[in-house]
């Protein structure tokens, strides 16, 4: 029996944030668009096991792959996890844009963008708007909190820097909504896009998919939009067998994955000169009607002249006793014990047997609050300011061809081959972290602001902190040449015509320590404007 057809002119796949942005600026246009979404408006975790494929890594576990994966209506935006006080009950992400040293190329294999952060800016305030109304204004002193006294950070090299926060029920809800009601706009749920088709000429000529049951389903267009997250845009590419000819074999597609491996460091110590209320900047909490948060950095000529990757530093108050041997010991004593030897656990109880007073004050003041993480705010309302902070670090990573998706052996409910991972945390790129942290504790020394007192140094070997990928960027990356990138500067991929790619899988490179959303919205947005210029209504290939 003949699979199902379905005409249109734009077939998006994928129902995230990528795919809705592009959708949604096209409602209006004279195109007719299908959004393909795998999975459902809510979880089905039958759905979900399709994200799932073998992991080889020393840092990540092994569910790595489907760790930060969603099939669902809004993608991976459903595991954001930000709030604060008051809790407004829906959940928030960070957006925070690249900074201009994060398109340029750098020693060790840090590859450049195309174009540098003045082309995206247009489409950074349009991305702003949609995701949430607010201006494109990431000055921190634009969102100072209204009780802090700024930190003494004048004339040395730390900068503070702003993340706005964005809410999930933009997409998934609201903007899902706008499509279903809007003209010649379509979304089918539960439909997963199995591959690409073109004809001899490489222009595309439409997707072949199938529903939950696996019950095929062609859809006919001529332009073809992967907007199927950081990962499997690149499967759907390798299973397409698409986009490798244009590179002259050089077998591109899935390879220079990059994350955001997030670690923390350590923890802050106030000197005594310090105000407190000077802290409350780094809270997570509301300006004005939006949520914002600041986190540190270096400044951007001293990352350039001593090769560094970007790293962020988010601080979280945390109880008095925080971050003391005691606490340490006993924080030892309570996590999993399975790997510990019976020497180390014995070593720990005698050092909280050793500070009673200290562990007393800790397990006081927990009992008392709320314990507070980096996506729960409202730490600086609490009675009696925070002096300790945790120091949770974001880093940047060199794209290498090592760290690669490819098509495995074992296969999903739809008969696809499932994604192999190979990735690691090079030790070159961690010992390029611990440089920025000891730059940073240094630079807090000097201006008086207080003693980074740090649990780990990187070198080591730590493994980050999530056990699998969150900000998948890289595995079909922009270059003009298509002999080093998959898609050209349009997200068109080399060597089809009507074939484009949205998500942070076109970042060429590892995009600084930015969290991806908000410059996969100004590149789908980029992306929808260059559709509605070029492609034309009607052209389905018959
Ligand atoms: C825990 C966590 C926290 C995060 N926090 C932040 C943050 O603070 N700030 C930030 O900027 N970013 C954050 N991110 C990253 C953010 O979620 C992603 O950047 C964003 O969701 C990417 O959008 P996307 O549409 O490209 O991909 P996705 O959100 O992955 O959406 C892809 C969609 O495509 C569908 N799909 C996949 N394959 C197919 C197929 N073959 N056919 C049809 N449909 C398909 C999927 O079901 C999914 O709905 C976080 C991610 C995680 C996991």
Redesign the pocket.
Known sequence: MSARTIEADVCV?????????VAHELIGSSLQVIV????DASFDAE?QD??HGQVRSDAFGPDALA????????????????RTIPDDGRR?????PPEPIDFEGRPGGVSPWPFGMDELRPYFERAQRMWNAEAFDYDASTWRSEVASPLPTAGGHVRLRV?Q??SREV?GEEYRNDLLRADGMEILTR????SVSVDSGGRVTGVV?ADAGGVALEIRASTVVL???????A??LLASRLGEAASGGRDLIGRFLTDHPEIRIGYLELERGIDPYAMTDFDVRWVNGTMVSAFLTLDEDLKRTEGLLNVSAALVGQPPGFGSEAHRAAHAILSTPSHRSLLRLAGSVAGAARRPRELATYARSRLRGTPFRE?SGGWSQQPGLSRVFEVHIAAEQTPTADNRLSLGTATDRYG?RRLDLDWTWSAADRANVDRSVGLLEAELARAGIGQLRRWTVLGAGDPPR?SGV???MGSTRMDADPSRGVVDADCRVHGTDGLYV????VFANGHGY???????LAL?IRLADHLRRTRTSGAATA
């Open positions: 796949v994928g129902g995230g944030p990528a795919g809705i942005a393909l979404e795998s999975g759905l399709a994200s760790f930060g994966r969603r099939r669902q209506m809004g993608g991976a935006s459903n595991l954001w996890l930000y928030y992400a960070r957006s925070v993340a926060h964005g997409f439909t997963t896009a199995l998919a907007a199927a997250g950081g990962l499997e845009n499967q759907l996506f696809r999530f969150h900000h998948p949205a998500g942070s899988s930015a969290n991806p959303t908000l410059t996969i789908a």
